[in-house]
């Protein structure tokens, strides 16, 4: 692991801040690395089951309790070493009560940081769980299941999604669980600490979702996209700006076949099996191609990225919005790399030549 350690590299484009506007991840092993995700302050990433993070001293994400202001180093978080992790999650950037959770390959869920709304499901609402703890609700609530003649358990969850104050389970036979404090709960009851389904229509079954501060996307097995939550600015995509306590389907994409979705706090990417790319919602610093201050509450097609490429990865975050292709190259739209300047039309980033995995 240690050699594995030093071939990381992220860039930390805005030092000075402690604050990866972009990361890009390099390895020698490639397929060694399964997920990366990020907060404002602090970076992990998922090697071969095992979690690093890196970050500022004394943060609650970083999954270990270190107050030494010692230069910043990839650290394994100890108390998931003798797990095998399969999938991890984070609060949105730039949110100051930050919480992660990791699935391990048994099934188990494993949660750290600010207990605030409840969103880390181990019964506290006040308070830091600077390490990780698992979450025995979800055991009581049979989210893992025991199936086979030889007793071998089988992960009930296959994916999760952090939001502001929301936490997103997605389980092996396409529900979507929900638990926390916010509008974006995904149904009528704005308060849960322990997961309840979101009330899609009868027969709906999700394969992949996305959170926001306060909204979430999510794709059918059909490619039908449904979204909730707050609807200011347009961010819902369903012409209006009204929020939706349930998920509603965004009818301007009913037939588009959505395969990614991604959210920033006021915006919404969509990307098609077409290779289309959607996006809706308020412009912060162009991250939607328009001038700042511009709110379209329809998904409208980001012409400029069409023929450069086979896209394999989008994401969202404050202010901007990316784009990673096959190739691996990278565009950005909205902040520039070093906040001097918005992009209007997308712009490829000089050190995203070569890359194979899009933080943003």
């Not at 060694?32 to 602090?42: G, K, L, T």
């Not at 395969?259 to 990417?269: D, Y």
């Not at 409208?300 to 990225?305: F, L, M, Q, R, S």
């Not at 070093?338 to 980033?349: D, G, M, S």
Request: net charge negative; charged share 20%; aromatic share 6%.
């Amino acid at each position: 692991m240690e050699d594995e350690r030093h071939n990381i590299e992220v860039a930390l484009v805005d030092k000075e801040l402690m604050h990866i506007v972009f990361g890009f991840l390099r390895f020698t092993d490639l397929a060694s690395i399964s997920a990366v995700c990020r907060a404002s302050e602090v970076t992990r990433v998922l090697i071969r089951g095992r979690v690093l993070s890196i970050g500022t001293v004394g943060h609650a994400g970083l999954g270990y309790c270190l107050l030494d202001p010692a230069p910043m180093q990839w650290r394994m978080i100890s108390a998931l070493a003798s797990e095998t992790i399969v999938h991890i999650a984070t609060t949105p950037e730039k949110y100051d009560r930050h919480h992660t959770l990791a699935v391990t390959h048994s099934g188990a869920v494993y949660a750290f940081g600010d207990y605030a709304d409840g969103k880390l499901g181990l019964g506290h609402t006040t308070g830091i769980s600077y390490t990780p703890q698992i979450v025995s609700a979800l055991l009581s609530e049979k989210i893992i299941k025991t199936i086979g003649s030889n007793d071998s358990v089988k992960p009930f969850i296959v994916d999760l999604w952090c939001g502001r104050a929301v936490t997103l389970l997605l389980d092996s036979e396409g529900t979507l669980y929900s638990f926390g404090v916010s509008s974006s709960l995904g149904r009528a009851d704005s308060r849960s600490g322990r997961p309840l389904p979101l009330q899609f229509p009868a027969g709906v079954k999700i394969k992949s979702a996305a959170m926001g501060y306060n909204h979430g996307l999510a794709i059918t097995t059909q490619g039908e996209v449904y979204s909730w939550g707050s609807g200011v600015h347009g961010r819902l995509g369903h012409g209006d700006e009204q929020d939706a306590n349930a998920p509603r389907l965004i009818s301007a994409l009913a037939s588009a076949k959505a395969t990614q979705v991604a959210c920033g706090p006021e915006h919404s990417l969509v990307l098609t099996e077409d290779n289309t790319l959607y996006t809706f919602g308020r412009v912060l610093k162009g991250q939607l191609g328009y001038v700042e201050g511009a709110v379209e509450s329809v998904p409208w097609v980001v012409e400029d990225v069409a023929g450069l490429g086979v896209i394999s990865a989008i994401s969202a975050a404050a202010g901007q919005s990316a784009v990673l292709f096959e190739s691996g190259r990278v565009m950005g739209l909205g902040c520039g790399e070093l906040k001097k300047e918005n992009w209007l039309v997308p712009a490829q980033l000089v050190a995203g030549e070569d890359s194979v995995f899009l933080v943003c």
